[in-house]
């Protein structure tokens, strides 16, 4: 039955953890979880709608680089011969080279005359003499429009976001400026301050630049390297986006997917919104295992406490049980006797119960007991027992010992005078041996011996009963003596 107990225990408490983590802790996990998702939602369609924001900050020093004097002086020198044409690449180098370094800063820049054919380029003397205007959309669209615009292209070996501007003299299109400014950390670090999220730039096959951490750039780079074929798909999409959720070394993330714009038909390079699962739900983690931890403690706490109150309840269960079967087998003088304090009071109320069942004791009224039960089982039970062991069936008439004749001639005294008497001697015999008399009066003790004495009279055919106080065991008895004649 312990065992019982204290699997039941283990039971109760592992169910309740479990209903609080699936019902409670798990429901408020998921509704956290679906707001992190939508805010990311939220922030990637803002993002689109301010992206001409930092797309203007890649413009506009174009632009000025675009209108400088020397620059232009330089573009429009003669080039009717090789020579001169030399001379003048030479010139616009020169110029680009000295402006860039001072005041325009970029990964590479590029300008070409208003066919797109390359005029010169920064970092390099060489004159390349390459047809932008045919290879790139942008630049075709920036002489036949005159409308600037940004693409994703590939400068000297290197992804890279291209600002495209028209360069303009006296009014007319003379050419193109291209500004190429390289995707890293630093955009990326530009990005995530306009979001929030941490952002990543990259490719088909690798991650390209990221405000992660190295340890998570490298978990990613492994997860882009690994799905290349899905990434592929995220850059052919064409402006939509992807939710994914993915483990970088030991975080779970939330990321969202997208191609960045781009006028080629293959789209180079995609961007991706990036917030940590785990540590957005790190309450709820931290509440599991405080849950945890507090049912393995109720567990452990819970299970011994438990037992020690069962087994004091089964300590007062094994007493009663060790007295009814010394009452079973016959020993009907038992008495529940225990030195231990929370059995007294259960003794001293199995004792009272035992003597009334028997007709030791026979209460005097109401009040009486009422009284016993408030001291919690009559202390001194035994004390306060009137035990009458000698019956009228112990005691048989016919066999009446001359003994008890003599004294059938001694109760001639009236009535009033036997019971004063008697009284008086019980109580006396009462206070000799230390038992309480708080409980005992003159008019209780005459009402009970006239109730026992018709009860003895009609039982046993006599027309009197007289008693008399014993001391035995060191215990107050009334002997009853059936008198067959008055």
Known sequence: ???????????LMAGFALFVNFFIINKLEEDSRFKLESSMIHEFQAYERGRMATVESRLAPARELAREEKLLTAMMLPADTDQAAEDRHFEVFTKLEALSRLKYPAYQIIITDADGAELAR????????ERWADKYKL????????????????????????????VRFDGRLVGVLIVGNAIDEELARMEKSIGGSDYAFYSRDRVIASTLTSVRQAYLNDY???NSEKIAQVLLSRGDYFKENIVLGEEEYSILLSPMPSMQDQTLAGFAMMRSVSHHLKPYSDMRTFLMIVTVLFILLGIPLALLILQE?????DFILEGAHQIIVGNKDYQFSSNDPAL??????????????LGKYIPEDEDEINQMALKGGAPGVRAKAIVAKATTESLPIQSMSDEGAARAVKVDEDRETYFERLFNEFIAAKKKVGEDISL??????IQKLLRTE?????????????????IEDNKVTLKPFPIKDE
């Open 1 to 11: 039955m312990r065992v019982k107990f204290g699997l039941l225990i283990l039971v």
């Open 454 to 470: 018709e009860k003895l009279c009609e039982k046993h055919g006599v027309k009197a009963v007289r008693f008399e106080v014993h």
């Open 440 to 445: 005992v009066t003159k008019d209780r003790l």
């Open 139 to 166: 630049v075709r669209q920036v002489i036949d429009t005159g409308i600037e615009g940004e693409d994703i292209w590939m400068m000297k070996d290197r992804i890279s976001i291209a600002s495209a501007v028209p």
């Open 313 to 317: 309840a089964y300590r007062s269960i």
């Open 122 to 129: 920064t970092q390099t003397g060489k004159w390349f003499k």
């Open 224 to 226: 882009v390297s690994r």
């Open 344 to 357: 007294v009071g259960l003794g001293q109320a199995m004792n009272l119960m035992i003597a009334i069942l």
